[in-house]
């Protein structure tokens, strides 16, 4: 089994930065390629950023240029950065870890992230 604890959410006003946290740990090994998702209010969960590898990186075109995703294996700890806010990226953050044990993977509890102003 892999678990996941995000943090870092809060409520931020537009254009601002907050850098979101998830710390995984257990079976790490069997760790392929690591995610965030966000779900808003009455809308479908959504992919925002994935790295593999450690490297190897994608970004949803709503977010490439203002947020970054990373890890730090020394810490067993993946990070969202997100830069510029927009009232839209409010939602729930969630972080995902894709193994190779469990096909649908394993999910964390979420952090809420709220721009306004």
């Known amino acids: 089994q892999v678990q996941l604890v995000e943090s870092g959410g809060g409520l931020v006003q537009p254009g601002g930065s907050l850098r979101l946290s998830c710390t995984f740990s257990g079976s790490i090994r069997s760790i392929y390629r690591m995610a965030w998702y966000r779900q808003a209010p009455e809308k479908l969960r959504e992919l925002v950023a994935t790295i593999a590898s450690g490297t190897s990186t994608n970004y949803a075109g709503s977010v490439k240029g203002r947020f970054t995703i990373s890890t730090d294996n020394a810490k067993n700890t993946m990070y969202l950065q997100m830069n510029s806010l927009k009232p839209e990226d409010t939602a729930i953050y969630y972080c995902?870890?894709?193994?190779?044990?469990?096909?649908?993977?394993?999910w964390g509890q979420g952090t809420q992230v709220t721009v306004s102003s």
């Open positions: 995902h870890a894709l193994v190779t044990t469990r096909p649908e993977g394993y």
